[in-house]
């Protein structure tokens, strides 16, 4: 069975700073990955996704995360930080034959001015 | 519709009485997923629906719990003598296939008193 781990709970950042957020997975065959973000009161939305080929994917909002097979890692990363950014972060892992992903507890990423 | 649509967004219930929570897919999205999520915790994976069949209903935490899904669009989760412990919040997510990324609803709060 797949698992994430996020081992970050909360991180804060000054705005226009750099960001990295951890994400860990265990899964015995190529993984599907993602992140999220879900801001309060609010679903999760999308960020990017990895399912094969090149293991720099580019999400929206200025997101990147970089697939490393030999560390069992997809960790977050963007080179300046709003504000905005400011929510709850999921790493999440699947697999190409359908049902659930899996999800981390979420890293909450806090931004000063 | 453009999105997921849950409804309601909150539920406040008494123990012991019955809820229902409704999800609307996106259309034409053949697989939906319902997750929960506690308080300060991650997602955990409730069922699975391909069309109108369950393949995965492996994280219904008992038998009070429930789900159906009609003309391979509108699901709605049953909880049956709410217990204090299911207060959560309940997402649904959809996407166009098994082990496609998924994308999420808003939620429903559920309390229960």
């Known amino acids: 069975a797949q698992s994430v781990t996020q081992p970050d709970i909360h991180i804060t950042v000054s705005e226009g700073a750099s960001l990295e957020l951890r994400c860990n997975y265990s899964?015995?065959?190529?993984?599907?990955l993602f992140w999220y973000v879900q801001s309060p009161g609010q679903g999760l939305q999308l960020l990017l996704k990895y399912f094969s080929g090149d293991t720099l994917v580019q999400g929206i909002k200025g997101f990147e995360a970089e697939f490393k097979r030999s560390q069992s890692s997809f960790n977050l990363r963007k080179p300046s930080v709003h504000w905005s950014d400011a929510a709850e972060y999921f790493c999440?892992?699947?697999?190409?034959?359908?049902?659930?992903?899996?999800f981390g507890t979420g890293t909450r990423l806090q931004v000063t001015l | 519709g453009a999105g997921v649509s849950q409804s309601p967004s909150n539920k406040v219930t008494e123990k012991g009485k019955d809820v229902e929570l409704r999800c609307d897919p996106i259309s034409g999205h053949t697989a939906l997923y319902w997750y929960r999520q506690r308080l300060g915790q991650g997602l955990e994976f409730l069922i699975y629906?391909?069309?109108?069949?369950?393949?995965?209903k492996s994280g219904l935490p008992s038998d009070r719990f429930s789900a159906e899904r009609t003309g391979e669009s509108v699901s709605t989760l049953t909880i049956q003598r709410t217990q204090q412990e299911d207060s959560a919040v309940y997402l649904c997510?959809?996407?166009?296939?098994?082990?496609?990324?998924?994308?999420f609803g808003d939620g429903t709060r559920l309390s229960i008193l």
């Open positions: 629906f391909q069309g109108n069949s369950a393949p995965d």
């Open positions: 899964y015995g065959a190529t993984p599907y």
């Open positions: 999440a892992v699947g697999t190409s034959t359908a049902s659930k992903l899996t």
């Open positions: 997510a959809s996407s166009t296939t098994g082990g496609q990324p998924q994308h």
